[in-house]
């Protein structure tokens, strides 16, 4: 998809500020600094959407971004920054929470993991929590220019592994600097959208 529309509809910090529409919600999930930002901004060339993250793990917000007037994109706050008091991490899982559990505009959720990096724990935990209520995760390796090609394969299958993906689930690399990987996704995202 070639977008020349993408808008800023609502910064939610909670349940009740979701807005009501009937587009398709594509969901954006990822650790913090795992280019979420630069992934969304590429999707719907644009520069700055999608804010890349200048305090990582502060954005307790939920943002939403009317695509082409086609797809509602669901941008959710990054996990597994530091920092995070106890109190803003049961805030941040209330609010994904409260977002998953009943979304009936859920159509897809695209996982993000840096392609350099070992699956963690909390990739593993948020990769359950999103097939839990969702089956069939789009998982995009990030920053793929930052490998060799030739190092690509295994680092895909360590993915794989590590997050224990099943056949339900697609896999593949992206890079927001070479682009590469930005039409894949979008015909993942594009596919099946009338079932
Ligand atoms: P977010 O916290 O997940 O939204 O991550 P950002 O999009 O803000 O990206 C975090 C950092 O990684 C920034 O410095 C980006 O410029 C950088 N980055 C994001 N995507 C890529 C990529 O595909 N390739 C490279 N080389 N750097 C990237």
Redesign the pocket.
């Known amino acids: 998809m070639n977008v020349t529309k993408a808008e800023m509809i609502i910064t939610a910090g909670n349940k009740s500020q979701f807005p009501e529409h009937d587009l398709p919600e594509i969901v954006f999930a990822?650790?913090?600094?795992?280019?979420?930002?630069?992934?969304?901004?590429t999707l719907v060339n644009r520069k700055a959407l999608?804010?890349?993250?200048s305090q990582?793990g502060k954005t307790q917000t939920i943002n939403f971004y009317k695509v082409q007037d086609q797809f509602m994109f669901v941008d959710l706050p990054?996990y597994g920054y530091a920092k995070v008091s106890k109190t803003e991490r049961e805030k941040w899982g209330k609010l994904i929470d409260g977002y998953l559990q009943d979304r009936q505009e859920l159509q897809k959720v695209i996982l993000?993991i840096d392609i350099r990096h070992e699956v963690g724990a909390n990739d593993k935990m948020m990769y359950e929590w999103i097939s839990h209520y969702h089956k069939g995760v789009i998982v995009v390796a990030?920053?793929?220019?930052?490998i060799k090609r030739s190092q690509v394969q295994k680092h895909l299958s360590m993915i794989k592994k590590g997050l224990g993906l099943t056949q339900a689930d697609s896999l593949i690399g992206?890079?927001?600097?070479?682009k590469q990987g930005k039409e894949e996704l979008w015909e993942i995202i594009e596919k099946n959208q009338l079932e």
């Open positions: 990822g650790k913090s600094n795992v280019g979420k930002s630069s992934l969304i901004n999608a804010r890349t993250s990582p990054g993000l990030t920053k793929m220019d930052k992206f890079s927001a600097e070479t």
